[in-house]
């Protein structure tokens, strides 16, 4: 080997040994602060923008790009699997957000709603006084409105070359009745049809003259609201010459906004008062709601008939009214209710935080509910909840926002469209609970409220056979989060015996197994997925059908056809294989 060789090969050598006695030295030791590197970063919280999600730092602040304070959203370190309904987070990030929560509770479901209106005529009481037979006016007794008539009273004087003409056939005629009876009654029944009186007619058949001009009488009695002609004006038959209100009752119509329809019932006691009539109270009862919302106002009007002693309510002036409403029943005198902050709304959904109590660290479930009328600053709760639970109420869009950046499902990033791993069992089982849901939906469709009750009942049974230990992980959470919404909704329709309830009822329990097709599938050859866009007061109502043509639950016979077939779904598909429709399927929109 030649020298300079060995001199490289000696310098390798020492460079190996170098590096294999500092591997001994430090090695050891820098495993273990590596070790305990990793150990001192678990736990680190990392802060974030829910307006921009990439802005990312380990300590609180204000983002950089808005000013909003950063929220902390998740910590590192953790294990074991999770459920994507519930967000774990630390009390650091809860008391940053201010997150608070509140019991639901039970309250008694009773409403008072405050609406202002006006006082109108009762057009049941407003006579319209016309023009019997042709003519010039030739006196007006009554000259402006607001004045006051009895029945019978003179209004007007009329001369009618007509009538003058029928005067004359009449007064020929009597000359030889007893020759031409039929001809003498034709006359009279002539002016009869003019509405001359009795009165009138004999003094005419008695006369040698003729009479120039007629008076025309009230047929009611009350208040002058319209004079619509002038002296020397010409009339034809059937023209209005004044309109009469009796003013002895009146109406009291009030604006209910959209918000309110479900608590405005026929028969509700209304109080109100009139600014015009100061420490003066007056009481009546809705007698009528009218069935078109104004698209303008996004209100309806409620009507009440009032007593009007002495015609001290005036047409025009403005009501404030209290009505007292309820939807109390026999059978519950409470309902359950949660504060109107703790709901977040995303299309069909309605959505709360629910605090869960079983959980090392503070956690929220994320929880689709079916919520009921609005009473104040609260919300009735028709199925999802329980009493006691804890609801976030304050700093709910925090934890939405924290629930979509750590990949949670949340208000708008929820499972609806996407298809969880299913058991064919459990398939199985859905299927048939699918068969019980279209006997239900054909009784609505027969419109036979017992039939539906039957029905519902054999639903619930379906229901209560579905084995939710075939499903784990995601798919066992999301059977959890539909089938008590299920049950709920299919009890309401048992419980009704008002077919208009029990179809309020079937729109939710359709919603949510729709969407249970959807998660998980069945074993249906083919099956459609329908909506009408004119049931629940144009809110839209979906429902399953096994038929492509179109049988709508929610009106019956009276609109059988009314809607169209939006998606068509396979054997063993959900969303994912659905087809979309392009057209209605036998069935139009009204």
Partial sequence: MKPRNKQITTYILVALAGLLLGWLIFGGRGAEQGHDHAAET??????????????????????????????????????????????????????????????????????????SGTVQLNEQKVSSI????????????????????????????????????????????AKSKDLMPELYEAAKTKLRLWNISAKQIARIEQANDILTSFDIYSDAAGVVTERQVAVGDYVSTGSVLFQVANLSSVWVVLDAYESDLSWVKQGASINF??????????????????????ASTRAVQVRAEVVNPGNQLKPGMFANARIKTSTRTAAKENALAIQRTAVLWTGKRS?????VDDREAPAFEMREVT??????????????????????????????????????????????????????????????????????????????????????????QALNKTDMRLLDGSSHAKWMQL???????????????????????????????????????????????????????????????????????YFGDAMLACGETEHTYRQGTGASAGEKASAPAKGHVH
């Avoid at 008062?273 to 104004?294: E, Y």
């Avoid at 959505?351 to 605090?355: D, F, G, L």
């Fill in 130 to 173: 016309t023009a019997k037979f042709p003519g010039r006016i030739e006196r007006l007794y009554v000259n402006f409105t607001g004045q006051e008539v009895r029945k019978g009273e003179r209004l007007a004087s009329v001369y009618s070359p007509e009538l003058i003409t029928a005067q004359r056939e009449l007064q020929e005629a």
């Fill in 483 to 553: 089938q008590p919404v299920l049950a709920s909704n299919a009890d309401a329709i048992q419980k009704s015996t008002v077919i208009d309830k029990q179809r309020e009822a079937f729109s939710p329990l359709s919603n949510h197994l729709i969407e249970a097709v959807e998660t998980f599938g069945t074993n249906k050859e083919v099956l459609y997925k329908q909506k009408c866009p004119m049931a629940l007061g144009d809110q839209g109502g979906y429902w399953l059908s096994e038929l492509k043509d179109i049988r709508n639950p």
């Fill in 351 to 355: 959505v709360v935080y629910v605090k």
């Fill in 42 to 115: 678990a736990g680190v919280t990392e802060y974030t923008c829910s307006m921009h999600p990439q802005i990312r730092q380990n300590e609180p602040g204000k983002c950089p790009l808005c000013g909003m304070d950063l929220t902390p959203v998740a910590a590192t370190g953790g294990g074991g699997e999770a459920s994507p309904y519930v967000l774990e987070m630390t009390p650091e990030a809860i008391a940053l957000a201010n997150i608070q929560t509140t019991p639901v509770h039970q309250v008694n479901p009773e409403n008072e709603l405050l609406l």
């Fill in 273 to 294: 008062t009139v600014p015009g009539i100061p420490g003066k109270d007056f009481t009546a009862k809705v007698a009528f709601v009218t069935p078109v919302l104004d």
């Fill in 371 to 460: 919520l009921g009328p609005r009473l104040g600053d609260m919300y009735l709760i028709e199925a999802g909840l329980s009493e006691g639970e804890q609801v976030v109420t304050n700093g709910v869009f925090a934890v939405d926002g924290a629930a979509q950046l750590s990949g949670n499902y949340s208000m708008m990033a929820g499972p609806a469209n996407k298809m969880l791993e299913a058991p064919e069992e459990f398939q199985s089982q859905l299927t048939a609970l699918v068969d019980s849901y279209y006997t239900l939906k054909n009784a609505l469709v027969a419109s036979d409220a017992d039939a539906a009750r039957q029905a519902a009942g054999k639903f619930r």
